[in-house]
């Protein structure tokens, strides 16, 4: 790219990491260190801001980079991710929101801890967490490697490298000083900015084929590789039975996996009321909706205008699919429009990723310090049943200092391991930190809330269940070895033939909540129960 891109997006992007470093500035300064003030922000965000957060939150690089780039390449079958992406919230809504607030204090772990023994509880949940935190972390910093290559000039590993480091080094900065209410501001800005670039872009697109989106379809259809049949089912997905079952293991990820994300559950206590938790979801499923709509006529629009070919020569993946439709709108290379322009979504991009990554940091340093280490390290009074732990002064001030040390690890193994997937599509490793949540945090979230007989034993069986084989599953497919496009070219050691093992591991995840449960010698307490039930559908008792 010229040189003037790159000036003009480094400029951009510079001022909204001056913003957000500002904000996190000011923010640190009226801390008290408590761990209700980092982990939830002094639950004092409104509806329509929660909203607005956890659409920043969720509208990742994947969203952005991925999503687009996939339907540029794959037409219609990349339209599951969009689609998966958005009716998954249909469960958060129905079956999440409200009861996790009223149950929960911090994290996912406060949940199944109200009517279990909390410290195998809370050392399986934990340890799920952080494991999908990684993975989606990942996403992100593959998506910031893939930006490098058009925005600096540069696509060689050092460039890539130096990029994902300084991305976790800012990330560590918004986590460790601001805590959740700066994090919560940073992707409200981020939020607005990127509905804003998306909307320009769907509108200037729309405008290039006057309104007729039967006009875009066909254009993208004849610059594609497939002809006609990039408007048809099976161009990722049809080609033989494994690539069928992928399709079905790929959509149970999506639907389920949104319900188990640690960043977005965490997103459910910052506000005062469980009442506030559902207005904020409904807040949110109005943006996700309209950007994901918008995202399925920005990869037809590259398609269409900047062509599957051009596409895959800048990145295999698909990752700079929107930076050069955006570059082609405003009157291609060397054209004033097209520097702003490409400058603007450069810079958009990289603040997505930014928030986003701050976002899921800081809910696995969450998991780390509040469940992890406190289960360990710290001796917990003794409470009521369905009550959370109070934990002395002294320890909930340690508790935030190993918090604020832990995402400086979580972001040193994210990097490192962002390093080994530059090559793997951002949307497509998402999907892999899906099926993990919906295996390993989903079936123990549910069973929690609803089935009166659960036990500890049922639920920690049911995290491992879950997660022990959705990270086997992932180590033996074809995304870490046996192919041209794995993280291991070299080698070969896959067994399993599906890229996504939702479709395994999720059943996984149930059965082995449930043969826990019958297995136990331990029965369940059901005045425990009650007592969980009574505050999940009414909030009495809540934080």
Same mark, same amino acid.
Request: contains cysteine; proline residues 4%; hydrophobic residues 55%.
């Given at each position: 790219?010229?040189?003037?891109?790159?000036?003009?997006?480094?400029?951009?992007?510079?001022?909204?990491?001056?913003?957000?470093?500002?904000?996190?500035?000011?923010?640190?300064?009226?801390?008290?260190?408590?761990?209700?003030?980092?982990?939830?922000?002094?639950?004092?965000?409104?509806?329509?801001?929660?909203?607005?957060?956890?659409?920043?939150?969720?509208?990742?690089?994947?969203?952005?980079?991925?999503?687009?780039?996939?339907?540029?390449?794959?037409?219609?079958d990349?339209?599951?991710?969009?689609?998966?992406?958005?009716?998954?919230?249909?469960?958060?809504?129905?079956?999440?929101?409200?009861?996790?607030?009223?149950?929960?204090?911090?994290?996912?772990?406060?949940?199944?801890?109200? /009517?279990?023994?909390?410290?195998?509880? /809370?050392?399986?949940?934990?340890?799920?967490?952080?494991?999908?935190?990684?993975?989606?972390l990942?996403?992100?910093?593959?998506?910031?490697?893939?930006?490098?290559?058009?925005?600096?000039?540069?696509s060689?590993?050092?460039?890539?490298?130096?990029?994902?480091?300084?991305?976790?080094?800012?990330?560590?900065?918004?986590?460790?000083?601001?805590?959740?209410?700066?994090?919560?501001?940073?992707?409200?800005?981020?939020?607005? #900015?990127?509905?804003?670039?998306?909307?320009?872009?769907?509108?200037?697109?729309?405008?290039?084929?006057?309104?007729?989106?039967n006009?875009?379809?066909?254009?993208?259809?004849?610059?594609?590789?497939?002809?006609?049949?990039?408007?048809?089912?099976?161009r990722?997905?049809?080609?033989?039975?494994?690539?069928r079952?992928?399709?079905?293991?790929?959509?149970?990820?999506?639907? $389920?996996?949104?319900?188990?994300?640690?960043?977005?559950?965490?997103?459910?206590?910052?506000?005062?009321?469980?009442?506030?938790?559902?207005?904020?979801?409904?807040?949110?499923?109005?943006?996700?909706?309209?950007?994901?709509?918008?995202?399925?006529?920005l990869?037809?629009?590259?398609?269409?205008?900047?062509?599957?070919?051009?596409?895959?020569?800048?990145?295999?993946?698909?990752?700079?699919?929107?930076?050069? #439709?955006?570059?082609?709108?405003?009157?291609?290379?060397?054209?004033?429009?097209?520097?702003?322009?490409?400058?603007?979504?450069?810079?958009?991009?990289?603040?997505?990723i930014?928030?986003?990554?701050?976002?899921?940091?800081?809910?696995?340093s969450?998991?780390?310090?509040?469940?992890?280490?406190?289960?360990? /390290?710290?001796?917990?009074?003794?409470?009521?049943?369905?009550?959370?732990?109070?934990?002395?002064?002294?320890?909930?001030?340690?508790?935030?200092?190993?918090?604020?040390?832990?995402?400086?690890?979580?972001?040193?193994v994210?990097?490192?391991?962002?390093?080994?997937?530059?090559?793997?599509?951002?949307a497509f490793?998402?999907?892999?930190?899906?099926?993990?949540?919906?295996?390993?945090?989903?079936?123990?979230?549910?069973?929690? $809330?609803?089935?009166?007989?659960?036990?500890?034993?049922?639920?920690?069986?049911?995290?491992?269940?879950?997660?022990?084989?959705?990270?086997?599953?992932?180590? $033996?497919? @074809?995304?870490?070895?046996?192919?041209?496009?794995?993280?291991?070219?070299?080698?070969?050691?896959? $067994?399993? @033939?599906?890229?996504?093992?939702?479709?395994?591991?999720?059943?996984?995840?149930?059965?082995?909540?449930?043969?826990?449960?019958?297995?136990?010698?331990?029965?369940?307490?059901?005045?425990?129960?009650?007592?969980?039930?009574?505050?999940?559908l009414?909030?009495?008792?809540?934080?």
């Amino acid at each position: 790219m010229r040189g003037d891109h790159q000036t003009l997006a480094l400029v951009l992007f510079s001022a909204f990491v001056a913003v957000t470093l500002a904000i996190t500035t000011w923010v640190s300064r009226n801390r008290h260190g408590s761990p209700e003030e980092f982990y939830a922000g002094g639950r004092l965000f409104s509806p329509m801001e929660n909203g607005f957060a956890i659409a920043g939150d969720y509208m990742s690089a994947a969203s952005f980079l991925g999503i687009s780039g996939v339907i540029a390449l794959f037409g219609y079958d990349g339209m599951l991710y969009s689609v998966g992406f958005l009716v998954a919230w249909l469960v958060v809504l129905l079956l999440v929101a409200e009861l996790v607030r009223n149950v929960g204090r911090f994290t996912l772990a406060d949940v199944v801890a109200a /009517r279990m023994r909390e410290r195998p509880v /809370r050392v399986a949940s934990g340890t799920a967490s952080v494991t999908v935190s990684v993975l989606y972390l990942v996403a992100q910093m593959v998506g910031a490697g893939s930006l490098v290559s058009l925005l600096l000039g540069g696509s060689g590993p050092a460039a890539r490298a130096w990029t994902v480091i300084g991305v976790g080094a800012l990330m560590v900065v918004y986590v460790t000083l601001g805590g959740m209410r700066a994090t919560t501001w940073i992707q409200i800005v981020k939020a607005v #900015l990127l509905m804003a670039g998306a909307i320009a872009l769907t509108v200037l697109v729309l405008l290039r084929f006057h309104g007729d989106v039967n006009t875009l379809l066909t254009r993208a259809a004849a610059h594609s590789d497939y002809g006609k049949d990039f408007l048809t089912p099976g161009r990722a997905y049809g080609g033989s039975w494994a690539a069928r079952l992928d399709f079905i293991s790929l959509g149970l990820a999506l639907l $389920l996996g949104t319900a188990g994300l640690p960043h977005i559950l965490s997103r459910f206590y910052t506000v005062p009321t469980a009442r506030a938790a559902r207005r904020s979801v409904v807040w949110s499923i109005g943006l996700i909706g309209g950007f994901y709509l918008m995202t399925i006529v920005l990869g037809f629009g590259a398609a269409a205008l900047v062509g599957s070919d051009a596409v895959r020569a800048s990145n295999a993946a698909g990752n700079t699919a929107v930076p050069l #439709l955006a570059l082609h709108l405003g009157g291609g290379a060397g054209s004033t429009g097209g520097t702003v322009l490409f400058a603007v979504v450069a810079a958009v991009a990289f603040a997505t990723i930014l928030a986003v990554v701050a976002g899921v940091t800081l809910a696995s340093s969450a998991s780390v310090a509040h469940d992890l280490y406190a289960s360990r /390290r710290l001796r917990i009074p003794k409470q009521r049943r369905g009550e959370p732990a109070k934990r002395p002064a002294a320890a909930q001030r340690s508790e935030v200092s190993v918090a604020r040390l832990s995402a400086a690890g979580i972001g040193a193994v994210a990097i490192a391991l962002s390093l080994l997937a530059q090559d793997l599509n951002v949307a497509f490793l998402v999907g892999l930190a899906f099926a993990v949540s919906a295996s390993a945090n989903l079936p123990v979230l549910l069973y929690s $809330l609803f089935w009166r007989s659960f036990t500890t034993r049922g639920a920690v069986w049911s995290v491992y269940g879950g997660l022990v084989p959705a990270v086997l599953l992932v180590v $033996l497919s @074809p995304v870490v070895s046996g192919g041209p496009d794995a993280m291991f070219p070299g080698v070969d050691f896959h $067994l399993f @033939p599906l890229e996504n093992p939702g479709l395994v591991s999720i059943p996984c995840g149930f059965l082995a909540g449930w043969l826990g449960t019958v297995c136990s010698r331990e029965p369940a307490d059901p005045t425990a129960y009650a007592e969980t039930e009574v505050r999940s559908l009414t909030g009495a008792g809540a934080v």
